[in-house]
């Protein structure tokens, strides 16, 4: 399936369709921009039409995270981190202690109460980008000596549409939601970004390169599929 690589959004999925009267824009599964275009619509169009709508397009990714994200006490957080809440007579506070990110509670709020979900949002990103600058660099190191790949450097994000990217200079970005997921598929997506400082595309030879450092990328491909980036 055509795709295109926005420095904002990342991987921007296009489907043409004979049945389709004109250009719509909406969020997939993943979490990523998904583009519905009559068959003949060029790409160049398209890419106009994401760059005008690049504040809505914001507006609905935020949108979309708010309604995937859904805290519950004991919960785990990354690898190493898990949510505590207890009930508070005072405000409520979201902190991080060590391994914890303890919600003090006041009976008058809710786990589902946006401004409470916000507060512990922000706590939850501090814990996991500590956990992706921890593991995420030393692995990425490891699997490009393995498997023979350079790259310029490494950096985190937490944007919603895409667990990785790779630029043309070799700096490689990483999700910070990353540290959500199981190893193997970490692995996954590592391999994948490090097989584009070869390949920038996602031609035959790409796929092989990620199958010599992947050989299981089928089946971690489909099981990404079900996860989002979101926070």
């Known amino acids: 399936m055509p795709t295109i690589i926005d420095k904002e959004f990342g991987t921007i999925t296009l489907r043409r369709s004979v049945r389709a009267s004109s250009i719509r824009i909406r969020i997939a599964p993943d979490g990523t921009l998904r583009v519905s275009s009559p068959l003949y619509t060029p790409a160049l169009i398209i890419k106009r039409m994401i760059h005008n709508s690049r504040t809505q397009l914001r507006e609905l990714l935020a949108q979309h995270q708010e309604q ?5 006490d004991g919960m785990q957080i990354g690898k190493s981190h ?3 809440v207890r009930s508070s007579a005072g405000i409520t506070k979201v902190e991080r202690h060590k391994q914890h990110i303890i919600v003090s509670l006041n009976p008058s709020d809710s786990l589902s109460d946006s ?4 507060q512990i949002r922000a706590v939850v990103i501090t814990a996991l980008r500590r956990e992706a600058k921890s593991y995420l660099p030393k692995r990425l190191a490891f699997l490009a000596g393995q498997l023979g790949f350079e790259y ?4 985190f994000s937490h944007a ?5 990217s790779c630029s043309s ?9 990353l540290m959500k997921l199981p190893f193997e598929l970490i ?6 970004e490090l097989s584009h400082t070869q390949q920038m595309n996602h031609s035959p ?13 089928k089946l971690h491909r489909r099981q990404l599929k079900a996860e989002t980036p979101s926070i």
């Open 68 to 72: 995937t994200i859904a805290f519950e």
């Open 160 to 164: 919603s549409g895409r667990w990785g």
């Open 115 to 118: 401004v409470v979900i916000e």
């Open 82 to 84: 898990s949510l505590i």
């Open 205 to 217: 030879a790409f796929w092989q390169l990620v199958e010599e450092g992947d050989p299981d990328y």
């Open 152 to 155: 310029q450097k490494a950096r």
């Open 187 to 192: 692995d996954y997506v590592l391999i994948h």
């Open 169 to 177: 200079n070799g700096t490689i970005s990483l999700n910070i939601a």
